[in-house]
């Protein structure tokens, strides 16, 4: 019997490293690319619409967009505009939905006209007398709306002398700042729209794995391959976080910080949580856990820490919400965690073939609650074998508060009853 996997939404004809969802229009966008080595893989960015149908999860691609020799690597979203991470450059593009336009269709020659090609559509994929496939398709393809991509710009922010790469982007909650990492050490800012640069400054020794900034603007978070994770105010130092004072069983060099991202908490308008997860740095035949820590986001402290399995965990993820946390590991599992007390909740085992490298949750907007369907968490992820998968978990059963203490009640007289009967005067 094989392994367990989510159900698949797309593939595509390279490997994917990054995917996002922009909230008013509901599309998903995934891109990745095979770079620019002459492979014959081609770099691009495609465009799908989500739907529900029947209580299940399907795509339609909408437009690619190829980006010649520059794969993808890492995308964030202001609006219509994406800013992505292409070797040593961050490009902005800019997108625009249209309603498709209906094409003129000539008059059959039997006469039938439109009735004629209606019949046709109503077959089941003709592909003979030069038709090029089914009708169906065909029509789909024409009410589908249209998508448009034009540059915008790019700045270069990544001066690695070797091999550079922008390993990581993502704007302010404003959309005032766009903040990239890269592979030396740099953080860069700059302000949006202008792509002036407001300023830049070296935050690790090594390469950056991830970036993420308050949403008052206020803190950069940074994390390094230098075993450091750094709070920043401006370009100064601000304070370096130690997730594991109070666990004298790992040592300075065990673990090195992966991932971090800040979220809000639910029914706590002024509370800010951060999220962080560490990986081990060697990797050995019997590999000890992860782990997730949760900080308090304004004084910078550990709340929580546990650990979350002996799988790498390559990427993170947090609900619009700050509910839910969505993890990826190099060997393709997928797993989503209560933000709250750091408890999974779902897990598949080597859903993809190959490392997860991005994850994303279904924005909390009109346009993705039409296709979250009877779910209470919906989480995309994408992987190098190319797919493009969709991890759902159902709206877990309550009962309300008032019904809970009414059957407490009702245990504690019949409890009372049972004691009078069986000791008379107990009352």
Not at 46 to 62: I, M
Not at 354 to 383: C, H, R, Y
Not at 387 to 408: E, K, T, Y
Request: proline residues 5%; charged residues 20%; aromatic residues 8%.
């Amino acid at each position: 019997m094989g392994k367990r996997r989510a159900p698949e939404l797309y593939r595509a004809p390279f490997p994917l490293y990054t995917v996002r969802v922009e909230p008013r229009s509901g599309l998903i966008l995934t891109a990745g690319g095979g770079g620019a080595s002459k492979t014959g893989i081609k770099n691009g960015l495609h465009f799908l619409s989500l739907d529900l149908v029947g209580g299940v999860h399907s795509t339609t691609l909408l437009h690619t967009h190829e980006t010649d020799t520059r794969a993808t690597m890492c995308m964030c979203l202001a609006g219509d505009v994406i800013a992505a991470g292409q070797d040593a450059n961050c490009s902005l593009m800019r997108f625009s939905q249209h309603a498709a336009k209906q094409a003129k269709k000539p008059a059959a020659k039997d006469g039938t006209g439109a009735r004629g090609a209606a019949r046709k559509r109503g077959g089941k994929g003709q592909n003979g007398d030069g038709g090029g496939g089914g009708g169906d398709v065909a029509q789909m393809k024409e009410d589908s709306p249209q998508v448009l991509v034009e540059d915008v710009g790019a700045v270069q922010a990544d001066l690695s002398p070797q091999d550079p790469c922008v390993k990581c982007v993502c704007f302010s909650s404003d959309l005032t700042l766009l903040l990239s990492g890269g592979a030396d050490g740099f953080v860069r800012v700059w302000e949006f729209p202008s792509l002036k640069e407001k300023f830049s400054f070296r935050a690790h020794k090594d390469e950056l794995e991830d970036i993420d900034i308050s949403p008052d603007n206020k803190h950069i978070v940074t994390v390094g391959r230098d075993f450091e994770c750094s709070v920043w105010s401006g370009d100064q130092l601000a304070v370096g976080l130690c997730w594991h004072e109070n666990m004298p069983q790992i040592t300075e060099k065990m673990y090195r910080y992966k991932s971090c991202r800040f979220a809000k908490v639910e029914d706590q308008k002024d509370a800010l949580r951060l999220y962080t997860v560490q990986i081990p740095h060697k990797r050995d035949r019997r590999p000890p856990p992860c782990y997730i820590t949760k900080w308090d986001g304004l004084a910078f402290l550990p709340l929580l820490t546990k650990p979350c399995g002996n799988e790498v965990i390559s990427c993170l993820a947090v609900s619009d919400s700050g509910t839910f946390l969505g993890l990826g590991t190099v060997t393709g599992s997928v797993a989503i965690y209560i933000a709250f007390s750091l408890q999974k909740l779902y897990y598949i085992q080597e859903s993809h073939g190959i490392v997860v490298t991005d994850v994303t949750f279904l924005p909390d907007a009109p346009k993705s609650a039409a296709v979250k369907g009877n779910n209470e968490v919906v989480l995309l992820s994408v992987a190098v074998d190319s797919r493009c998968q969709v991890h759902a978990v159902s709206n877990r059963r309550s009962f309300p508060l008032w019904l809970v203490l009414f059957f407490c009640g009702l245990m504690v007289v019949g409890v009372v009853l049972l004691l009078q009967s069986l000791f008379p005067g107990f009352i």
